[in-house]
């Protein structure tokens, strides 16, 4: 649903959302495409190189970027360096965006993936864009935790 909030709240199609190459990756990389979106394919385990070149490519295109802040493993809730370094390298504003669900299915995996029951309620909370360029690394990831666990599940 994330993609759907992102084109109503920002009424842009110009989006390219960094997707690991996994399979289930393939799957969010096609929806994303029928969108009208871009996938940038790669993670921290595969590929991180080559997806954070393409990421300051799009962003200089005067794209946006999605990412999951969290990287391909976890923990859930943390926030690894992609997000951060992409940010700071090209002066770009991070806005965190959440999303709350009155009913759903939680998977086992290790981020408790949410999956909304039928005629659920969700809510989407789009933060304030704000700049991590002029700080340390580790305060900046902790600003960005802290901005996406205002309205998490």
């Not at 799957?27 to 991180?48: E, H, K, Q, T, W």
């Not at 391909?72 to 992409?86: D, L």
């Not at 940010?87 to 770009?92: C, D, E, M, S, V």
């Not at 309620?121 to 002029?134: A, I, R």
């Amino acid at each position: 649903m994330m993609p759907f909030a992102f084109l109503h709240y920002t009424k842009r199609r110009t989006l390219d959302a960094i997707i690991s190459r996994h399979f289930d990756g393939e799957l969010i990389a096609r929806f994303i495409g029928l969108l009208g979106g871009g996938a940038l394919r790669g993670s921290s385990s595969r590929g991180g190189k080559e997806v954070l070149h393409l990421a300051l490519h799009s962003l200089e295109s005067g794209r946006d970027i999605a990412l999951t802040p969290d990287g391909p493993r976890g923990p859930r809730h943390s926030v690894a360096h992609g997000i951060v370094t992409i940010a700071t390298l090209k002066k770009a504003p991070i806005v965190t965006i959440n999303c709350k669900v009155s009913r759903c299915w939680t998977m086992r995996s290790w981020d408790r993936f949410c999956i909304p029951k039928p005629f659920s309620t969700l809510e989407f909370y789009f933060g304030e864009p704000f700049y991590v360029h002029d700080m340390p690394v580790h305060d900046a990831m902790a600003l960005v935790k802290q901005r996406l666990l205002e309205h998490a599940q």
